[in-house]
């Protein structure tokens, strides 16, 4: 009995014990529980995707910027096989929707929970609804997940620009329910 318990405190003592000031969030989704914090001074609100937010205090109706999680399955039963492919089906509608809008590859962001690095553009529509959207594309078991960021016009977009990447970086995984 002594071996075991010197040998389990040999074990624990070893491990750094993880302390933060935040407890890690995990949101409950249709897609599984997914381990990403909500954005500092922002809420979540009923809107589009698995999981909406919008800056604390914000009238969903009259709001300049928003940020909405979402998934796509991707998979060799799929219209989209990888990543790639979700990335470019995404490009394909938009081109086909916004016929004068653009669309830029940023650099991509790591994302230090997860060890892995997610794939970024921009979409400009040129028009007043979802006029700047940026989306950061996270391959996940069998899905790829989009954080997006989406805003009326420039300077609602570019002060919410460091919210996503923070957002982003916050992704720590997705628990699916029921998964086998």
């Not at 935040?22 to 500092?40: S, W, Y």
């Not at 909405?68 to 509608?93: C, R």
């Not at 590859?105 to 790591?110: D, I, Q, R, V, Y």
């Not at 460091?162 to 998964?179: C, D, I, N, Q």
Request: proline share 5%; with cysteine.
């Amino acid at each position: 009995m002594f071996i075991a318990f010197a040998l389990m405190h040999f074990c624990t003592a070893q491990q750094p014990a993880v302390h933060s000031d935040k407890p890690r969030e995990m949101l409950m989704t249709e897609a599984g529980l997914i381990a990403v914090d909500t954005p500092e001074g922002w809420e979540r609100a009923d809107g589009p995707g698995l999981a909406f937010f919008l800056p604390k205090g914000t009238d969903p109706s009259k709001a300049d910027v928003w940020i909405y999680l979402a998934g796509m399955p991707v998979g060799a039963k799929e219209d989209a096989k990888n990543t790639v492919s979700a990335i470019e089906s995404d490009i394909s509608e938009f081109r086909k929707r916004f016929k004068n809008g653009t669309v830029r590859e940023e650099k991509s962001l790591t994302l230090p929970r997860v060890k892995q690095d997610a794939r970024v553009y921009t979409f400009e529509s040129g028009e007043e609804h979802n006029s700047f959207e940026q989306v950061v594309y996270i391959a996940d078991d069998g899905q790829v997940l989009t954080l997006t960021l989406s805003a009326r016009n420039r300077q609602a977009f570019d002060r919410a620009l460091p919210v996503l990447k923070a957002f982003a970086e916050s992704y720590g995984g997705t628990l699916h329910v029921g998964a086998k």
